[in-house]
C-alpha cells in the first residue's frame, strides 16, 4: 500500500539557519506530491506541487523552495529560515487509481527560535 | 478567487448529540470535497468525501450533503462519542477532477469537542 514517510519527525532551528525537510512515497510511481504548512491552530496551506522529477509549482512566494530530484522524494529546503516559518509541515501525495484523493505523511513539526 | 468559507469554527457537543459542519465554496467548477480529521498533533485523515454526480454519503455516523446550486456541503456526525474531538477540515476541488495536476482548496477547520 501507498505510504508516505517524512524525516526529520520534529526539528528545532535557529533563524537565519538552513532547513532541508523530506519526503519519500513508497507503494507507488510518478505520484503528484504536495507540501503544505500549518500554523499553530491554523489551516492548511499548500506551498508546492510536483507532478514528476524536476517538476516544481510554486503557490506561495516565500523563502522556502522545494526539489524533486528523484521520483518519490520531495525535499523541502530553505536557505535561512524566518520566525514565520514555523509550523507543521505535511508532504500528500494522490491515492493510486484516483486523480485527487490525498492522503498526508506524519508530518515534521518545525520551531524556529 | 477560488474559496471555501468554513463555519463553526468551534463546536462543543454532548456525547450522543448530532454535530453539523457547514462550508461554501466559490468555484462553480469544483467537483470534488473530501473531509478531513486531524486530531492533536497528527496528521489529518480522509474520512469521507462527495462527488457532485450525488447529493449524500454516508459512511456509518458520518454523512456529507452537497447542494451544487447553492455551492454549499455539509458534514453530519450523529451519536457523537469523545473520540470524535478533532478539528475537521472540509476541502473543495479547484475546478474539475483532471488527469494532471489537481489542487485542493481547504477550509479554515472546525475545533469539535465532545463531551461525556
Known amino acids: 500500500s501507498q505510504t508516505i514517510h517524512q524525516w526529520p519527525a520534529t526539528l528545532v532551528q535557529p533563524v537565519g539557519s538552513p532547513l532541508s525537510l523530506e519526503c519519500t512515497v513508497e507503494g507507488t510511481s510518478n505520484p503528484n506530491l504536495y507540501w503544505y504548512r500549518q500554523a499553530a491552530g491554523r489551516g492548511l496551506q499548500l506551498l508546492f506541487y510536483s507532478v514528476g522529477i524536476g517538476q516544481i509549482s510554486s503557490e506561495v512566494p516565500q523563502n522556502l523552495s522545494a526539489s524533486r530530484p528523484q521520483d518519490r522524494q520531495f525535499i523541502l529546503s530553505s536557505k535561512k529560515l524566518l520566525l514565520s516559518d514555523s509550523g507543521f509541515y505535511l508532504c500528500a501525495g494522490v491515492k493510486d487509481g484516483s486523480f485527487y484523493e490525498q492522503y498526508f505523511g506524519p508530518g515534521t513539526r518545525l520551531t524556529v527560535t | ?116
Do not use: M
Open chain 2, 1 to 116: 478567487g477560488e474559496n471555501v468559507e468554513q463555519h463553526p469554527s468551534t463546536l462543543s457537543v454532548q456525547e450522543g448529540d448530532s454535530a453539523v459542519i457547514k462550508c461554501t465554496y466559490s468555484d462553480s467548477a469544483s467537483n470534488y470535497f473530501p473531509w478531513y480529521k486531524q486530531e492533536l498533533g497528527k496528521r489529518p485523515q480522509l474520512i469521507i468525501d462527495i462527488r457532485s454526480n450525488v447529493g449524500e454519503k454516508k459512511d456509518q455516523r458520518i454523512a456529507v450533503t452537497l447542494n451544487k446550486t447553492a455551492k454549499h456541503f455539509s458534514l453530519h456526525i450523529t451519536e457523537t462519542q469523545p473520540e470524535d474531538s478533532a478539528v475537521y477540515f472540509c476541502a473543495a476541488l479547484k475546478g474539475k477532477v483532471s488527469g494532471g495536476y489537481n489542487k485542493l482548496i481547504f477550509g479554515a477547520g472546525t475545533r469539535l469537542a465532545v463531551h461525556p
